[in-house]
């Protein structure tokens, strides 16, 4: 098994991001301008976990760097899952927001969400035009 390294998003990470945002079916983070966009956006620390040279997983969170960080993105490529690549990026990413707190909604990981430690609570995701 290869080693995987986790380092901060690089620009030149865009398009591999992209590609992976498309093997997930996340088709808002498909192209390579607004992944980048997302990754470099005020507030934004991304991490990549990479590895054999290819980009395997990524994180994004937003944080105001003192008390309260969300974390917006973790992905991991399918044939790269369970060994401990998303905590990994989940751990950088919010060591790197430099807050006291990180929140996030999730439709379909929360075991993996609650095996870290955390304090469950109900949230909302609204739209421009509501």
């Given at each position: ?5 986790i ?5 030149r990470d865009a ?37 054999d ?25 399918p ?20 807050t ?10 929360d ?9 469950r609570?109900s949230?909302?995701r ?5």
């Amino acid at each position: 098994m290869a080693t995987v390294d986790i380092r901060p998003f690089e620009r030149r990470d865009a398009a591999e991001i992209a590609r992976l945002s498309t093997t997930v079916q996340w088709p808002s983070l498909t192209d390579p301008a607004v992944v980048e966009r997302v990754c470099t956006a005020p507030g934004a620390v991304a991490y990549v976990a990479e590895e054999d040279g290819r980009v395997v997983g990524w994180a994004q969170a937003l944080g105001d760097g003192v008390l309260q960080s969300h974390l917006g993105f973790v992905a991991v490529h399918p044939g790269a899952r369970r060994r401990g690549i998303a905590r990994l990026l989940v751990v950088a990413t919010f060591q790197a927001t430099r807050t006291l707190r990180m929140d996030l909604i999730t439709d379909s990981a929360d075991g993996f969400y609650e095996s870290f430690a955390h304090k469950r609570m109900s949230g909302y995701r609204i739209y421009p035009g509501a």
